[in-house]
């Protein structure tokens, strides 16, 4: 994974160093911003270091603005004549889409750019993004252009324009569980990430989870018997769970049982004889085969009428 930094805190200059490459135009250092002169016309600024794959995204600070082209491109080629480019006109931002020096416009929000606003275009796969300010504005899917690894700048040459804080980076797709699948039993997660398991969903009964996650089970879970936990993780059972007694917990984790579960015998929760930080809590109406006052082992809260 690739990323590229320039915050343009240095002495005033033409020469912006070894970092950048200038495609078209002269650009300038000034008051530690970077500058794209006056001399007119559109020119083309791009970071001298490619990204490692084509999903990549490219952000930078207006610094101060008018009306006139000016923005930030990703998955471009090296004299950027192809890539995705999210800019402002000092009417609307504008998404597009650029083949060969052709530009297609793919999307659009209409707002002019403020100074301080943080531009950020993004693509990953065939969806392309447009932020403002870490907000989306703009998100489509496109196949116009497939790979590119050069990031950059692109603007008119106005002395009224000033950028700040560029940065760019590959993009690392994260893993997602949608809400209504029926079958996801062998989803691997690994690293940082979340899983939410759907409030649909009957049969996710072998997910492997590792790391520092939590799992949410839905409140309309029927078969939840063999989820398996491993590591820092929190697991909360459905209010409406009918069938979950094989629940194996084990490690810094609390299992909440639901007021309304009826079968509740075969749960190992905790080794016979030993003493368990783990609290298990089970309201009425909870029968047989206990009864008030019968003795229980290992840390056990009981509510009545247990």
């Known amino acids: 994974m690739a990323s590229f930094t320039d915050d343009f805190n240095r002495a005033d200059s033409s020469d912006l160093g070894a970092n950048w490459v200038e495609v078209s135009g002269d650009w300038s250092i000034v008051s530690n911003q970077l500058s794209p002169g006056a001399a007119g016309g559109t020119i083309i600024l ?3 270091g490619a990204m490692a794959t ?5 952000q930078a600070t207006i610094a101060a ?3 006139a082209s000016h923005g930030v491109w990703c998955r471009g080629n090296s004299n950027i004549t192809s890539g995705y480019l999210w800019r402002n006109d000092g009417t609307s931002w504008n998404l597009f889409s650029v083949v060969g020096g052709s530009f297609t416009s793919i999307g659009s929000y209409a707002a002019a750019a403020a100074p301080g606003d943080v531009a950020k275009v993004q693509a990953v796969g065939s969806t392309i993004k447009g932020y403002v300010n870490g907000v989306e504005r703009v998100s489509v899917t496109d196949t116009g252009v497939a790979t590119g690894t050069s990031v950059g700048i692109r603007s008119e040459s106005t002395s009224a324009i000033r950028f700040d804080d560029f940065a760019a980076a590959d993009v690392t797709a994260g893993a997602t ?5 029926s079958t996801e039993t062998a989803q691997p997660l690994t690293g940082a990430k979340t899983a939410d398991l759907g409030i649909a969903s009957t049969s996710e009964a072998a997910q492997q989870l590792v790391g520092s996650k939590t799992v949410t089970l839905g409140t309309a879970l029927e078969t939840a018997a063999a989820q398996t936990l491993a590591g820092t993780v929190s697991r909360t059972l459905g209010t409406a769970a009918s069938v979950e007694e094989a629940q194996p917990l084990t490690g810094a984790k609390s299992a909440t049982l639901a007021v309304a579960l009826e079968t509740n015998t075969a749960r190992p929760l905790i080794p016979a004889g030993t003493d368990a930080d783990i609290d298990i809590t089970v309201g009425a109406p909870y029968s047989a085969p206990y009864s008030a ?3 229980h082992a290992d840390d056990w809260e009981v509510g009545t009428p247990w």
């Open 177 to 181: 569980l949608t809400t209504a699948a």
């Open 65 to 67: 603005t008018t009306a």
């Open 54 to 58: 084509s999903d990549n995204y490219a």
């Open 46 to 48: 791009r970071a001298s």
């Open 293 to 295: 006052g019968a003795p």
